[in-house]
């Protein structure tokens, strides 16, 4: 059986990634923004695209 596809609509902004994905609790369709930058680690889960996507922009890597 295959992996199941958690993530969809993946966007890219700069470095930050935003994805469409169902919640396990309530079952909504949550939207998370996650950087790709290497030891970056940041991460955050919304309830709009909108937030995720001013999130996106708004992020800055500490990462040197």
């Given at each position: 059986?295959?992996?199941r596809d958690f993530f969809h609509s993946l966007q890219r902004?700069?470095?930050v990634q935003i994805g469409t994905?169902?919640?396990s609790r309530t079952g909504r369709t949550?939207?998370?923004a996650a950087?790709?930058?290497e030891n970056c680690g940041w991460s955050?889960?919304?309830a709009?695209?909108?937030a995720a996507a001013l999130a996106a922009r708004?992020?800055?890597c500490r990462v040197a």
């Amino acid at each position: 059986m295959p992996a199941r596809d958690f993530f969809h609509s993946l966007q890219r902004i700069g470095p930050v990634q935003i994805g469409t994905h169902r919640g396990s609790r309530t079952g909504r369709t949550r939207y998370v923004a996650a950087c790709t930058a290497e030891n970056c680690g940041w991460s955050a889960d919304y309830a709009s695209r909108t937030a995720a996507a001013l999130a996106a922009r708004t992020h800055r890597c500490r990462v040197a």
